[in-house]
């Protein structure tokens, strides 16, 4: 699936009309009022500053591994195995964390824990990469395969490693430096919530990684491979190398959502922590089609219904809110084909006329 501005907007748009129409749907076919419940899901989240630190602790580790997966696309790459390099990044930035010495500044042990979370995740996408540019296997499969192993890995690893606490499936705590602060140090309102300053870095890195597209060599050429490697290819670029290294500084991104959950939230890592989080990213980068802005509205969005997702359990099941989010996906993608099929009929229905 590519990636194109021109289009962009009306997709979203036309993936939001779908979602709200599904959401209705659903709600009554409950039995609830589809009036109601929006409400309600308005009243957990945003109608409230605990609901609204929900939503941003909710949306924060989306927006790490939205920017993983749309950092893929745009060398024509399906990443869809951040779940997995989540996984083995929070449990990397755990065990780091909770093994440097209590005393450890934090200009020391936090940069030291986010660069094991990324080296890990980078890691784990490492053998997709090489498959991929290799062999050419499909990364689609081989980022699926890689998730189930995490799965397994990252339980032998707390389990028989001896990585976790006895009679616990979770590491020791990470040493205070480690941590990184909740926004109600500087936001009282937001008291109680999960939300960390792991978002602001989250937004920063969104609209460093979104510029880097277009400001360095590495961002325009995978760009470029993931509208026509073949003529990349003719024009000397590297193309294999450049699909190895989107696959892997995606896994690094991926990795780095862990500020939000293990260093952020938890303050260590348990079996299970972020769990959704990858498949998540996929929504999140497809929605917000390229752009940083756009990035962040699609976190926040799917962050919200998260978040709404406790708020109507009472009434609807959450899972209801995982639906939605495959509907929205589905639509933006159909909506975008679409878009596209007519702007090329009318670029050759105009070109056509131009020549008679």
Request: glycine share 14%; net charge positive.
């Amino acid at each position: 699936m590519k990636l194109t501005s021109s289009r962009s907007l009306p997709a979203a748009v036309a993936g939001l009309a779908v979602g709200w129409l599904a959401f209705c749907v659903l709600v009554w076919l409950y039995g609830a009022s589809p009036r109601a419940m929006a409400g309600l899901v308005l009243e957990g989240t945003w109608g409230t500053s605990y609901g609204a630190g929900q939503v941003l602790f909710k949306a924060t580790p989306l927006l790490f591994t939205g920017i993983a997966v749309d950092l893929a696309l745009r060398a024509g790459l399906f990443n869809i195995g951040a779940e997995g390099q989540l996984a083995v990044g929070s449990l990397a930035a755990g065990v780091i964390g909770a093994h440097l010495p209590s005393g450890t500044p934090a200009l020391v042990a936090l940069p030291l824990a986010l660069a094991g979370a990324m080296a890990a995740g980078a890691l784990w996408a490492l053998v997709p990469a090489l498959l991929k540019g290799r062999f050419g296997a499909h990364e689609v499969i081989s980022t699926i395969m890689m998730n189930r192993i995490a799965d397994s890995a990252v339980g032998l690893a707390l389990g028989a490693g001896g990585l976790a606490l006895t009679g616990t499936v979770r590491t020791a705590d990470v040493v205070p430096g480690a941590r990184v602060a909740r926004l109600d140090t500087w936001l009282p309102s937001l008291k109680g919530s999960a939300a960390s300053f792991a978002l602001l870095f989250g937004i920063a890195g969104t609209f460093l990684v979104t510029e880097s597209y277009r400001r360095t060599r590495f961002g325009r050429e995978i760009g470029l491979i993931g509208q026509n490697a073949r003529a990349m290819a003719a024009e000397k670029v590297p193309v294999r190398a450049r699909l190895e290294q989107a696959l892997v500084v995606s896994g690094a991104i991926a990795g780095a959502a862990s500020l939000g959950t293990v260093l952020g939230y938890k303050g260590y890592f348990e079996e299970g922590l972020g769990a959704g989080a990858g498949f998540g990213g996929l929504a999140v980068a497809i929605l917000g089609r390229g752009s940083a802005v756009g990035l962040v509205f699609a976190a926040l969005l799917f962050g919200t219904l998260q978040q709404g997702g406790l708020a109507v359990n009472a009434f609807v099941p959450k899972e209801l809110m995982d639906v939605l989010t495959g509907v929205v996906v589905c639509a933006v993608a159909l909506a975008d084909e679409a878009i596209g099929r007519h702007s090329a009929m009318a670029r050759r229905t105009a070109a056509e006329t131009v020549v008679s």
